[in-house]
């Protein structure tokens, strides 16, 4: 099928935000409506009914409809918290099995917001060699809370690999509609990959041309908006830190290094659940249990980071008030 010049021009634009331009040209694109919607057409290009797909935990909560919704079976990995968080590659090797077809990470997660350390990349690259796909999912990876550089997914050279991105969190436009997948990797799967992926694609034409057409100019523009909300989440997790080595409250900040959202320890002898639930009738605040994102042994709170600093404040302020009610 024929390709527009408007495609042409928008997928140019993304290629050249993309890792600086390095690693992707325009053909080693393809344009989707939404991340949601990128795991979707990769599910269907490599997977068969029934076949596995390794995911984090905690992580992303989709993951477990997005899989199912094609008829794959996502099958957990763990991530473990010691002052940071780690892949358990142990455990992960041994989930792989014949019917695994690829491995998703997220880089940094969400929401504990780890990024790829350079020895999990390469150790992840090693374990997928050519037989299994490696989809790297790097919408958050433009908000690190450091000026530090941090690896990316398309460093994994020798696994067929599938860059996630999108104008979601890249420019905060998420009603847009304009998401992303850059393929890279050994050069005979990665053409075999694309051209079944526009296959694949073409059947849905879900991109819509007005935004293709504005992709160019937002994408130019993006890097105004990440400086804002790079500059407010980094403020708001050090007041958070500072606020809470004061206050004596019984609540732990979970380290991290990226990410819109901050993981906070509790104490909930209620149950995470209620308490959210007790924050949202008595407080009007809204926050996420734990649960949502399997995090796991203990009791958490998800809270954003992204929102003004005075709500954060304010609603940190009702949490300690939810919690001294016991
Ligand atoms: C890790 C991760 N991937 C993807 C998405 C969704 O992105 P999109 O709006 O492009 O579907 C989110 C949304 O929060 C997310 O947290």
Redesign the pocket.
Known sequence: MRRTRVACAARGAVAAVLAGGARYGPRDLLLTC??????ALLFKLLCSPGDQVLVPRP??P?FEWLTRLEGVEAVPYALHYAGGWQIDLGELRQRLGPRTRAVVV?NP???TGNYLSAGELAELAAVCGRRVALIG?E??HEYGWTDQPQVRIAEASQALTFH??????LVGL?QL?L?WIGVAGPAALRRAALRRLELIADNYLSVGAPVQLAAPRLLALGELVQQQLRARVRANRDWLVQHLRESGAPISLLEAAGGWSGVLRIPAPRGEEALALDLLDREQLVVHPGYFFDLGSGSHLVVSLIVPPEVLRAGVAAIERELARG
């Open positions: 939404s991340t949601s919607e990128s795991y992580s992303y989709l997220v997660n969400n929401p999912d919408v958050f996630l991105g999108g104008l979601s969190k998420p509609k998401g």
